[in-house]
């Protein structure tokens, strides 16, 4: 990373507040200036979007978005206006739904989503979701894990991103692509293979993504074919391990009847109707 680079990201650390418990959170005026949003009309746009996708990946948006009002000078009165104290995933958020024409957005989506995985479930509370939360929650999992881990792998030299993701299936699956799962599950032309796996099989892959993004970060060199074998190593020591403690193997795994975009659909149906 440049030097010119690691200055524009601590802008974000710049703005960072802390409360006195230790909590992290952000000003949404604050985050609206350094994203270049000039009016609060467009940016609280954003933010509604960003409210909607934080409701339907079953978190509380009282919990990321709590609404802090501010009085400021207008003239000689003061006035009331609407602010917002963000935590980190709620940021995460938020640039993934800004326009990318802003320069800043694009450093802001790498910025806030290194550290999305601070709000994972605790073990207890994964438990109590239902077969169906599960796998919306790990299926975020491997969006968010996936958008990290293809910005480190295109750091380290990669181009052919087929043959990159190829390479971690082929480790976890016994030598199959993912066209061969895809055939297998019996999916239609470019349907999402990870659409289509239970929370089990899903789990399997965000160790295998979170695992080769943390020994990637470790290559010095920028070798694509470096990349794509330790993908490939991962893939197969997670195979390895899950035969070791007697589990079934991913490819045995049953496909859900449902895919995670007609979960998505039938909730958002819901929530239209109440």
Same mark, same amino acid.
């Given at each position: 990373?440049?030097? $010119?680079?690691?200055?524009? $990201? ?33 940016? !609280? ?7 909607? @996708?934080? !409701? ?9 978005? /709590? ?9 000689? %009165?003061?006035? %009331? ?16 739904? &800004? ?23 605790? $073990? ?17 999992? %491997? ?13 380290? /030299? ?8 190829? @390479? ?9 692509? &993912? ?20 929370? &089990? ?8 993504? %979170? ?12 070798? $694509? ?15 390895? &391990? ?33």
């Amino acid at each position: 990373m440049s030097n $010119e680079l690691e200055f524009r $990201e601590k802008v974000f650390d710049e703005i960072r507040h802390v409360d006195e418990f230790g909590n992290e959170y952000w000003y949404a005026r604050e985050l609206q200036m350094v994203l270049g949003y000039k009016e609060w009309r467009l940016f !609280s746009g954003v933010i509604e979007k960003a409210q909607i @996708a934080c !409701s339907n990946s079953n978190n509380s948006i009282n919990r990321h978005f /709590g609404v802090n009002p501010k009085i400021v000078k207008a003239g000689v %009165t003061n006035k %009331t206006i609407i602010d917002y104290k963000l935590s980190r995933y709620a940021c995460y958020l938020i640039v993934q739904n &800004a326009n990318p024409k802003y320069e800043a957005v694009a450093l802001g989506q790498t910025y806030f989503a290194v550290q999305t995985r601070k709000m994972e479930l605790t $073990e207890i509370e994964f438990n109590r979701l239902s077969e169906d939360e599960k796998r919306l929650y790990r299926r975020r999992q %491997t969006k968010d894990g996936n958008h990290i881990l293809y910005g480190v792998a295109k750091d380290k /030299g990669v181009k052919d991103f087929d043959r990159f993701t190829n @390479a971690g299936y082929r480790g976890l699956y016994n030598g199959e692509t &993912a066209d061969d799962i895809a055939k297998r599950k019996g999916l239609r032309y470019r349907e999402d293979i990870l659409d289509n796996m239970g929370s &089990a099989e899903l789990g399997a892959n965000v160790f295998r993504i %979170t695992q080769t993004e943390e020994l990637l970060k470790r290559q010095k060199e920028k070798d $694509e074919s470096m990349a794509s074998d330790t993908h490939y190593i991962v893939g197969k020591t997670i195979r390895e &391990a899950i035969k070791k403690l007697g589990g079934t193997m991913p490819e045995d795994l049953p496909t859900p009847g449902k895919s995670v975009k007609e979960i998505e659909k039938e909730k958002n149906e819901k929530l239209i109707d109440n």
